[in-house]
């Protein structure tokens, strides 16, 4: 039971990065991170 239950978080996880991958996640990440890096420091 254990390591079906393993096995199934693991393929739950690796779905959802695909679908965060496909749906062009990692982009905006990184806009928001940038945008609060520049406000941190006071430029943006």
Not at 15 to 24: K, R, T
Not at 31 to 41: D, F, P, S
């Amino acid at each position: 039971m254990n390591k079906i239950a393993r096995t199934l978080i693991l393929i739950t996880g690796l779905v959802f990065i695909v679908l965060g991958i496909w749906h062009d996640e990692p982009a905006d990440i990184m806009n928001k991170a940038v945008t609060v890096c520049l406000e941190c420091i006071g430029i943006g």
